[in-house]
């Protein structure tokens, strides 16, 4: 509810500022709908929060996507014994896993 509630304040406020631009809108030169929205935007807190935030959420549903992909792992071992009386040994494992 809450990301319902952001949109519609957001909706709120772009609609004052457009009938603001748009009562005083002359005849040189008129607002797009893009400087109209990066005006919006520089103007309002609560926009930027609320353009921040949707940019969070769908930076975390990317990352949360990572979960249904296989997880690789590598894993590097070493054992190296040394005697006075008999073979040295020197073991290395290496493994590569996919859960």
């Known amino acids: 509810m809450a990301g ?21 809108i002359d005849t040189l030169h008129s607002l797009t709908f893009s400087e109209a929205a990066d005006l ?3 103007s309002s807190t609560e926009l930027r929060h609320a353009y921040a935030s949707q940019a969070i959420r769908e930076g975390a549903w990317i990352l949360g996507m990572r979960a249904y992909f296989p997880r690789l792992s590598l894993s590097v071992w070493e054992n190296d014994r040394l ?16 859960e």
């Not at 319902?4 to 009938?19: D, G």
């Open 4 to 24: 319902v509630a952001e949109m519609h304040t957001m909706f709120r406020v772009l609609l004052l500022f457009f009938s603001v631009a748009l009562h005083g």
């Open 40 to 42: 919006a935007l520089a």
């Open 83 to 98: 005697q006075q009386i008999g073979a040295d040994s020197f073991m290395k494992n290496y493994g590569i896993s996919v």
